[in-house]
T-cell receptor, first 110, second 115 residues
Framework: LAKTTQPISMDSYEGQEVNITCSHNNIATNDYITWYQQFPSQGPRFIIQGYKTKVTNEVASLFIPADRKSSTLSLPRVSLSDTAVYYCLVADSGNTPLVFGKGTRLSVIA | DSGVTQTPKHLITATGQRVTLRCSPRSGDLSVYWYQQSLDQGLQFLIQYYNGEERAKGNILERFSAQQFPDLHSELNLSSLELGDSALYFC??????????????FGEGSRLTVL
């Protein structure tokens, strides 16, 4: 399984764009990059998934460079309710259980 | 609401005891996953079942066991409980064995406190 490295914590003010970068140097050809969000005392929630280039949905954008050794989750104009832990995961589309690291604790300040 | 239901939401018990946590997956989902989350360990994968059969095993202790029943609900049994077993236990489900989208749907968890 590809190991991921992401910052332990980040702070941001409301209304700013937040970019969380994840390193996954050993990503394999069949691996997808997936991000989850977890609020305190709740289960993680799927945010976005991508394989290469850029993916955008109503919540976030995911940027993946050509070498796929890193990815950046972009949250536009964050609000206080975006305060959560964000996990970057790398896994293939087969039966590989998702392995969560420690994630990035994002604190949004008013 | 993810559609995954876990009971009980909270459970307080003593060391040495045994508890059972229950999970009902989303309608139509055949795979069930169990995760443990404690303060200092993050989310740890325990075990996965697909349509009643064990498919993958993670860092699950021998004191813990799980099963998935014909109606697809799953139970996680924790025995000879120790203080260190205090944690949030999450169940997640996905539609198939092959996760083409990589999306797992998590329940709200069962908080276990061992005194």
């Amino acid at each position: 399984l590809a190991k991921t490295t992401q910052p332990i914590s980040m702070d941001s003010y409301e209304g700013q764009e937040v970019n969380i970068t994840c390193s996954h140097n050993n990503i394999a050809t069949n691996d997808y990059i997936t991000w989850y969000q977890q609020f305190p005392s709740q289960g993680p929630r799927f945010i976005i998934q991508g394989y290469k280039t850029k993916v955008t949905n109503e919540v976030a954008s995911l940027f993946i460079p050509a070498d796929r050794k890193s990815s950046t989750l972009s949250l536009p104009r964050v609000s206080l309710s975006d305060t959560a832990v964000y996990y970057c995961l790398v896994a293939d589309s087969g039966n590989t259980p998702l392995v969560f690291g420690k994630g990035t604790r994002l604190s949004v300040i008013a | 609401d993810s559609g995954v239901t876990q009971t009980p939401k909270h459970l307080i018990t003593a060391t040495g005891q045994r508890v059972t946590l229950r999970c009902s997956p989303r309608s139509g989902d055949l795979s069930v996953y169990w995760y443990q989350q404690s303060l200092d360990q993050g989310l740890q994968f325990l075990i996965q079942y697909y349509n009643g059969e064990e498919r993958a095993k993670g860092n699950i202790l021998e004191r813990f066991s799980a099963q998935q029943f014909p109606d697809l609900h799953s139970e996680l049994n924790l025995s000879s409980l120790e203080l260190g077993d205090s944690a949030l236990y999450f169940c997640a489900s996905s539609v198939a064995w092959v996760r083409s989208t990589g999306e797992l749907f998590f329940g709200e968890g069962s908080r276990l406190t061992v005194l």
